[in-house]
């Protein structure tokens, strides 16, 4: 190195790289990151669900569906909704599961695990949560659902298209829990599938919300340094970091 060339502070962008990896903070940012796989392939398959069954109700797009000649394009369009139910209960449980997994692995015996365990309580246990849960052991051990496309009128009202859940066939099955069984027996001959992902869907979403504020907070030292290291390659050599 001649006498002009200088070294590069604090060993140049490669070493603050490797500090910035080195972190816990970056650790710990890495493993979430993970497990919010999960949730990602639960909310989209949730939003591509919701999307469908907000489509059916738009007249433009129902009403022809219901030309006779259309009749196989109506078929087509129920098995394209189970195929999503199916995705969206399966999802649901594969979360529940990564979850549990996620917060026993690194949060257990820690205030964190107690909070989570509480807020699951309060929000799941319940009649109407077990069921959604318990649909996917009914889809995946016994059998798919039967599903009707169905449209409504009445005078001086516009028409009203919905996709049902048969529940009789629901009720047939042996496999429910307790709990399942109560919300079952609040239901009449059939149940508008957008009631029950929409509502099932909403509380996942406040969940995780919740969750990842937690997770934000209980790692705020870490992630105080971790942002300081940051920032200073930004500062120093410009946005290069994922």
């Not at 069984?181 to 009631?195: I, Q």
Request: with cysteine; glycine share 6%; hydrophobic share 40%.
């Amino acid at each position: 190195m001649s006498g002009n060339e200088q070294a590069p502070p604090d060993g140049g962008p490669i070493a603050l790289m490797r500090q910035i990896e080195a972190t816990e903070g970056s650790k710990i940012l890495q493993r979430i990151k993970i497990h919010a796989i999960s949730y990602h392939i639960f909310k989209g398959n949730y939003e591509e669900l919701r999307r469908v069954l907000e489509k059916y109700h738009d007249p433009s797009f129902a009403i022809p569906l219901w030309d006779m000649k259309n009749r196989p394009m109506l078929d087509l369009f129920q098995k394209e909704i189970v195929r999503m139910l199916h995705n969206y209960v399966a999802s649901e449980k594969t979360l529940i599961e990564h979850t549990r997994k996620f917060v026993r692995a690194h949060y257990s015996g820690m205030e964190l695990e107690r909070e989570y365990e509480a807020k699951v309580k309060e929000i799941f246990s319940n009649p109407f949560c077990t069921f959604i849960e318990d649909l996917r052991d009914f889809i995946l051990h016994n059998g798919l659902p039967l599903t009707s496309a169905s449209f409504h009128f009445e005078k001086d009202k516009p028409l009203e298209f919905q996709i049902k859940l048969e529940v009789a066939s629901l009720r047939s099955w042996g496999g429910w829990d307790a709990k399942a069984k109560k919300f079952l027996e609040t239901l009449g001959k059939d149940v508008v599938l957008d009631d029950l992902v929409n509502r099932y869907g909403s509380l996942v979403t406040g969940f995780y919300e919740w969750f990842a504020r937690k997770l934000q907070d209980f790692h705020s030292k870490e992630f105080e340094e971790l942002n300081g290291l940051q920032k200073k390659f930004r500062e120093q050599y410009g946005d290069f970091l994922n």
